[in-house]
């Protein structure tokens, strides 16, 4: 993300192209890979699952239908500054984690 921040716009690239059908079926395959672990993990705890079904998809609705429309709006206001920011805000919580983990083996 740095390293695209850092580059000059290319003019040729208006937009994004399109993903193939392997590169779909293989996100979708993991997407139904990590649905499946939470619909087991939640069989093992005593909840009512049509409640937190409809909680998670109501968030989840929610929280992609803001995502696409800030990013947007932020997307042509700060374009490469965003994406900039992202790579080091990654940097940042990779590190975070990594001293945590390396903090509890001592």
């Not at 993903?19 to 939470?38: E, G, K, N, P, R």
């Not at 093992?44 to 929280?63: L, Q």
């Amino acid at each position: 993300m740095i390293y695209e921040g850092l580059q000059a716009p290319d003019p040729s690239e208006d937009k994004p192209s399109q993903h193939s059908f392997v590169v779909l079926a293989i996100t979708a395959f993991a997407t139904s890979i990590d649905a499946m672990a939470v619909g087991v993990s939640l069989a093992f705890i005593n909840v009512n699952i049509i409640t937190t079904a409809a909680a998670i998809g109501f968030a989840t609705f929610t929280m992609v239908t803001l995502g696409v429309m800030l990013g947007r709006v932020l997307g042509l206001l700060v374009g490469k500054l965003a994406e900039l920011l992202g790579g080091f805000i990654l940097i940042i919580i990779g590190n975070y984690i990594l001293y945590e983990h390396l903090n509890g083996l001592a």
